[in-house]
């Protein structure tokens, strides 16, 4: 019985490890499909660039405001951080996440010198390799420095035991201001800036309303009261001279009025701080390693599975 449950536990392990081998192998040929669509599309300028997929590259720029980075207070247009503590389970001892997080919220604009557009990052992959700010306290690093104790008591992470602090590890990823981005993403109407501009509509509306001297001069008739269809009217009048006015400007209208964001039939949205000769070369080395090891592994697997079923069965 124990050769038995023996070869049904080899047997499962290596069907896991078959099915590991055949997802590698397709991330590897998803991953150079990536790569060929990046190669095949050109270089956009902000300021003539179509609706759809583009692929854009300038510096980051703050829309609203500037963001300060959790953990390092690094001025920046979007972070992401991750603490980790070090945990002992019985014989066992390793990094356990504690909190992480990121801007995902905020917009940023994106600057190629011909113009500006918005970026929306939370559906994006976001490629930021390297972290602009660690710091590991404990066994091998220094004590916790009173920013990053403050970070932990108000987010009610605990640091310290009865024996003293416990292990732990920052990380913080920053783009900053003029930090030079990589985007390839589509080009979408801001809903936001719809939005926006009919609540500056109702406010002027209502500014109108409050003036009785204002509403007068929509009385075409001069009756000395304002008619449905009179009043229909002087909204279109209004709506069309503060879009008029936004056409003079288009420069800030392109500004706020279209997003690159996830598009919902080409679905590739990413955000680098990789050149595009760089993230080419990044994807090359990544799907060509997944094939290879994806396929001898599955094969090796398939293979053993086989010799196992034929000598179990």
């Not at 829309?63 to 979007?78: A, E, H, M, N, Q």
């Not at 993403?185 to 809903?191: D, L």
């Not at 001069?217 to 449905?228: A, L």
Request: overall charge neutral; some cysteine.
């Amino acid at each position: 019985m124990k050769s038995n449950a023996d070869t049904i536990k080899a047997i499962l392990i290596l069907a896991i490890f078959s099915g590991a081998g055949i997802w590698l192998f397709f991330d590897g040929f998803r991953k150079w499909r990536r790569k060929r669509l990046i190669e095949n599309i050109p270089t956009s300028k902000i300021r003539s660039m179509a609706m759809g997929l583009v692929e854009l590259q300038g510096k980051a720029t703050p829309w609203l405001y500037t963001l300060k980075g959790p953990i390092s207070g690094r001025d920046c247009v979007f972070y992401k951080f991750l603490v980790e503590r070090y945990e002992r389970h019985g014989k066992n001892s390793s990094w356990v996440k504690v909190a992480n997080g990121a801007s995902n919220d905020n917009l940023f604009h994106l600057d190629d010198g011909t113009g500006k557009v918005l970026i929306n990052p939370r559906r994006a992959e976001i490629n930021l390799d390297q972290p602009d700010f660690s710091f590991e306290s404990g066994l091998f690093g220094g004590d916790i420095p009173s920013n990053l104790v403050n970070f932990l008591e108000q987010n009610n992470i605990r640091y310290q035991t009865w024996f003293g602090k416990q292990r732990m590890r920052f990380r913080e990823w920053n783009i900053c201001p003029n930090d030079q981005v990589y985007v390839l993403g589509s080009v979408a109407r801001n809903e936001n800036f719809v939005s926006d501009f009919k609540i500056k509509l109702n406010e002027r509306l209502r500014e109108i309303k409050a003036k009785p001297e204002e509403m007068m001069k929509f009385d075409r008739d001069g009756d000395g009261t304002i008619s449905v269809y009179e009043w229909e009217q002087a909204v279109a009048k209004i709506k069309e001279g503060m879009l008029e006015d936004q056409l003079k400007q288009p420069e800030q209208a392109q500004e706020t009025s279209f997003v690159i964001d996830k598009g919902q039939e080409e679905t590739v949205f990413i955000i680098s701080e990789k050149s595009e000769k760089e993230l080419l070369e990044k994807l090359y080395w990544q799907s060509l390693l997944a094939i290879i090891v994806g396929a001898l592994l599955a094969s090796g697997c398939i293979v053993g599975l086989i010799k196992m079923a034929t000598i179990y069965f």
